[in-house]
């Protein structure tokens, strides 16, 4: 225990983010049942209005800052970066060990929702000024979630752009590097530049609630929209921060499992990761099409939004392309990647009409807009997830999954989303708006919110089976020996599973014509 | 040789693209120029999505590994071959993005710009109901009432009520938090807030009725702030407006 709480081992500190994540992600998912059985009939069901608003906001602001950021950057920068460069650890082991912890605060913070009378009801985006003004919730607990989470989150960047600069093996030059390792580097630049300016909105609707300052209050000369663009100034980019090292994660399997180079590697790192990146940062106004802001400005971020599509094209082409002539196995992690190609094309495809602020002026707040976040930046970053978990598991505990139990909740899981999901696409363009309690006003859309409950609790079943086929695995999976897949990446070649203090017996060196895709 | 006959061709494109919304649309309603707009969207990225798709699949399937000691043949691309890869693509996605843009800011240009002579209803949204007043100083509002279960039992108030054939442009602010004003059948949406005047039009063509509702989270009841468009014959709207504004 003690060697856990004060462990400095980038390992380890990377499967204190993956236990917290999953424990966010678990209770965040509850909470989307509960949704679901609440709209399974008009009018009132199983959960009070305000019950219901504090779900959506845990749901919400866990699977985002709690389950999606950490999983992503924090659990799977830790475990493998330093492995996949050669190096013993990070930059600052220390540092990183308090990054970790400030994590968990939140974490419990968040969890001090269900504990706390009157729990935040705003919503993960906190809106002003319902938020700082309205609510009779406790809004500070939000704040401080994001102010630690935040902190953590800054603190993890500033050490991986360090040890990725820094501490790869001798030898190594930027064209070597894991496709992995670019898209952490590209997520923490995005998180370094806009986490303060998140901080910093919260920040001052924590003042405007509490200290009675006026940022936010139009009667004294504030502005509402301030709030809105700062918000999603970050929150936008953070879709990039979970989505880049999705892509990273899924080109590490799919490379791996089909023994294939990246398909026109230098392409899909330096225009499409660093591409997203740019352009990534100038597009928050497409959360604000209907805000009432000026018109010249939505047309101007309706090209930049479109334009997105270029780099996440680039990228698309590469995971695609890595499987040409390619040799492939198929593990349960390939199964998750290999469904991701289509995730993305759905998620992404329906991101376009979204980019047009005509089509907005009707699609906005509707299910169309929940579908499609939920595919691309909750489904495809989650099954991206956890094709790693898959992937990575007999490195990170020594022991084999059961294959049949994971393609087995791989099919459910895979079957679930998309049955929750596609009928909400439907009615979505049909009207229906989110975040509501009751839809009274549309009770023809009853079927399709039952097609989706349904669809709810088969991702429920799949994800009890593939967290009983982790925990199994790890106390009494076979030994799966140091290099299982046949990788060439240094910590399947170089390191044992799991590894030791210092990851590899000799500090690995590389040649000049060494990548990690050499097969 | 391949990538300047690929970028002239998507450089082509780009440029049709723009030459088609040369003379703005005069539309009076946007329904089924939003549909129309919408279709074309949906064979757009129907047509991306089956080609990778469709690529995606055949790869899957058919590079299976064969024995145990097989590696991908994918080989280190020439610079030129790795560039046609980049530059074309890119063309084509960019074309493509154009053509959308200049067919979402044609629509957009006519949701955007009010004709002259519309009525003008001023809207402020409240939580949790709707209040419109008429330029003669009548008012109309519309409170959706529930039993002690929670069960909607019916709307109190006119709604917002309309005459047939004249456009309408609602000028609309907020009395608390941030609202928005959501006409599914018409195809609009724009949010309400303190301190902001924000507007939208449409051209209520034909007697009806239609939903309009709160889009914006809200609180408590944000799922219970909507009511009716009651789009009526002229006569009967005069009529309905002189009842309002003796009380």
Redesign the interface.
């Known amino acids: 225990m003690k060697e856990w709480i004060f462990t400095t081992d980038h390992k380890r500190v990377g499967i204190l983010y993956l236990i917290g994540t999953l424990a966010a992600f678990a209770v965040a998912g509850l909470m989307a049942l509960a949704i679901r059985l609440e709209l399974w009939e008009v009018?009132?069901g199983i959960l009070?209005?305000?019950q219901y608003?504090v779900a959506l906001y845990f749901h919400g602001a866990a699977m985002i800052l709690g389950f999606l950021i950490p999983g992503l950057t924090g659990f799977l920068a830790n475990y493998l970066i330093p492995m996949m460069i050669g190096a013993h650890d990070v930059s600052f082991p220390r540092i990183n060990a308090l990054s970790v912890w400030l994590y968990w605060f939140g974490i419990v913070l968040a969890l001090l929702t269900f504990v706390i009378p009157n729990p935040p009801?705003i919503?993960w985006?906190g809106?002003?000024?319902?938020a700082s003004?309205?609510?009779s919730g406790n809004s500070a607990f939000y704040v401080f979630t994001v102010h630690l989470i935040g902190f953590s989150s800054i603190l993890g960047s500033v050490n991986f752009l360090c040890t990725i600069i820094y501490m790869r093996a001798p030898g190594m030059g930027w064209n070597q590097l894991n496709f992995f390792v670019w898209t952490i580097a590209g997520a923490f630049v995005i998180q370094l530049i806009f986490v303060p300016v998140l901080a910093a909105a919260v920040t001052l609707l924590l003042l405007d609630k509490y200290f009675g300052t006026a940022f936010f209050v139009?009667?004294s000369g504030?502005?509402?929209?301030l709030y809105q663009n700062l918000f999603w100034f970050y929150s936008h980019p953070a879709v990039y921060v979970i989505l880049l090292p999705a892509v990273g994660a899924l080109m590490e399997i799919i490379t791996t499992m089909?023994?294939?180079?990246v398909?026109?590697y230098?392409?899909a790192v330096y225009?499409g990761v660093w591409g997203v990146v740019l352009l990534g940062s100038d597009v928050w106004v497409h959360h604000l099409y209907?805000?009432?802001l000026a018109?010249w400005l939505?047309?101007g971020m309706?090209?930049t939004t479109?334009?997105i599509?270029?780099p996440v094209?680039?990228l698309?082409?590469s995971l695609?392309?890595?499987?040409?002539?390619?040799?492939?196995?198929?593990s349960t992690g390939m199964l998750y990647a290999?469904s991701c190609?289509?995730l993305i094309?759905?998620g992404g495809?329906?991101g376009?009409?979204l980019?047009?602020?005509?089509?907005t002026?009707?699609l906005?707040?509707?299910y169309f807009v929940m579908a499609h976040f939920h595919f691309i930046m909750g489904i495809t970053a989650t099954f991206a997830l956890f094709g790693a978990i898959y992937h990575w598991f007999p490195k990170m505990t020594g022991k084999m999954y059961s294959e049949t139990l994971g393609k087995i909740s791989f099919v459910l899981n895979f079957i679930g989303v998309n049955v929750t999901f596609i009928p909400l696409f439907g009615i979505g363009?049909?009207?229906m708006?989110?975040?509501?309690?009751?839809?009274?006003?549309?009770p023809q859309f009853q079927g399709a919110q039952q097609i989706a409950t349904v669809g709810a609790f088969i991702i429920a079943v799949a994800m009890a089976l593939t967290f009983v086929n982790w925990i199994h695995g790890a106390i009494a999976g076979p030994p799966a020996g140091k290099n299982p897949w046949g990788s060439a990446s240094l910590e399947w070649t170089h390191a044992d599973s799991p590894p030791g203090p210092g990851n590899f017996p000799t500090p690995p060196t590389v040649s000049e014509d060494w990548t990690p895709y050499n097969? | 040789m391949r990538i300047k006959a690929f970028s002239v061709m998507a450089g082509a494109v780009a440029m049709l693209a723009f030459a088609f919304p040369g003379e703005a649309l005069a539309l009076n309603d946007h329904t089924p120029e939003w549909d129309k707009v919408w279709m074309h969207l949906l064979i757009d990225v129907g047509v991306i999505g089956a080609i990778f798709l469709v690529v995606s699949i055949y790869f899957l399937l058919s590079y299976t590994r064969k024995s145990e000691g097989e590696v991908g043949k994918l080989k280190q691309m020439s610079f030129g071959n790795s560039l046609a890869w980049a530059l074309i693509p890119a063309f084509i996605f960019m074309a493509d993005d154009f053509y959308l843009a200049a067919q979402g800011w044609n629509l957009w240009n006519s949701q955007r710009r009010v004709p002259e002579g519309a009525y003008e209803i001023q809207v402020t949204g409240r939580m949790w109901g709707w209040d419109f007043a008429y330029p003669n100083g009548a008012m109309s509002s519309s409170d959706v009432e529930y039993d002690e279960t929670g069960l909607v039992t019916g709307i109190d108030g006119d709604g917002l009520v309309v005459a047939q054939g004249t456009p309408v442009v609602l000028r609309m602010s907020s009395a608390d938090v941030v609202h928005s004003f959501f006409i599914p059948d018409f195809r609009i949406k724009e949010d309400l807030m303190p301190g902001r005047i924000t507007y939208l039009w449409f051209n209520p063509k034909d007697a009806g009725e239609h939903v309009y509702t709160c889009t914006e989270f809200c609180g408590l009841d944000h799922s219970r702030m909507y009511g009716k468009v009651k789009i009526l014959p002229q006569p009967e709207f005069d009529a309905w407006l002189a009842s309002k504004s003796e009380e």
């Open positions: 009018g009132p009070s209005p305000n608003n009801d919503m985006t809106y002003v000024p319902y003004q309205y609510t139009p009667d504030g502005d509402v929209l089909s023994r294939n180079q398909f026109n230098k392409v225009g209907t805000s009432g018109d939505r047309i309706m090209v479109l334009i599509s270029v094209g680039l698309t082409i695609v392309g890595s499987l040409y002539r390619g040799s492939i196995q198929y290999a190609l289509f094309l759905l495809l329906t376009i009409p980019a047009m602020t005509s089509l002026l009707h906005a707040e509707t363009v049909e009207g708006p989110r975040r509501y309690y009751d839809y009274a006003m549309f097969y």
